[in-house]
T-cell receptor, first 113, second 113 residues
Framework: AQSVSQHNHHVILSEAASLELGCNYS??????LFWYVQYPGQHLQLLLK????DPLVKGIKGFEAEFIKSKFSFNLRKPSVQWSDTAEYFC???????????WGAGTKLIIKP | GAVVSQHPSRVICKSGTSVKIECRSL??????MFWYRQFPKQSLMLMAT?????????EQGVEKDKFLINHASLTLSTLTVTSAHPEDSSFYIC?????????FGSGTRLTVV
């Protein structure tokens, strides 16, 4: 079955630390990839997405993600986190053959000031 | 953990008919639920915020008369697509706000023929 795995359910970092959140998916065909973020008390927002082209994708607020097809991965990175990055981050995969969005379980990120 | 059940997972309907999608929080009370729509090869789009006992808040560009939302109890929100047309074919997903964050339904794939 198709699935998306986010390895860390909770991550705690200090401000200015570097961030990398893992995301792996199980699907052999063409995929569209997303990272969404939910800040406390707010609804889901798109952070960045990959459909095709340059596998290094830059998103809002200094985030980027790299699609590595051979590893079925789409890890999210930020070189220096801020307290305002405290949120829950979701990786999602859309197999190109249908409309369905397959979600990872989410990673709760807490940034200590 | 918190579970949101969305039903049906797939539905095919004729143009001009109405379709109701249910979103239930199974083990918690959800005063707020969100309805999203995913267009082909695009990310999720928030359609509306559903509040128990009051009118839903629709995002700009979403027709409230076409996408009727009812949140009559603390565990159930429904989205009714009225007079469906082929362009309404899409993937609809709900999410509910729980004590620790947000939980998503598994989505409904609507095909209007």
């Amino acid at each position: 079955a198709q699935s998306v795995s986010q390895h860390n359910h909770h991550v705690i970092l200090s401000e200015a630390a570097s961030l990398e959140l893992g995301c792996n998916y199980s699907y052999g065909g063409t995929v569209n990839l997303f990272w969404y973020v939910q800040y406390p008390g707010q609804h889901l927002q798109l952070l960045l997405k990959y459909f095709s082209g340059d596998p290094l994708v830059k998103g809002i607020k200094g985030f980027e993600a790299e699609f590595i097809k051979s590893k079925f991965s789409f890890n999210l990175r930020k070189p220096s986190v801020q307290w305002s990055d405290t949120a829950e981050y979701f990786c999602a995969v859309n197999p190109d053959s249908n409309y369905q969005l397959i979600w990872g379980a989410g990673t709760k990120l807490i940034i200590k000031p | 953990g918190a579970v949101v059940s969305q039903h049906p997972s797939r539905v095919i309907c004729k143009s001009g008919t109405s379709v109701k999608i249910e979103c239930r929080s199974l083990d918690f009370q959800a005063t707020t639920m969100f309805w999203y729509r995913q267009f082909p090869k695009q990310s999720l789009m928030l359609m509306a915020t559903s509040n128990e006992g009051s009118k839903a808040t629709y995002e700009q560009g979403v027709e409230k008369d076409k996408f009727l939302i009812n949140h009559a109890s603390l565990t159930l929100s429904t989205l009714t697509v009225t007079s469906a047309h082929p362009e309404d074919s899409s993937f609809y997903i709900c999410s509910a706000r729980d004590q620790v964050g947000y939980t998503f339904g598994s989505g409904t794939r609507l095909t209007v023929v």
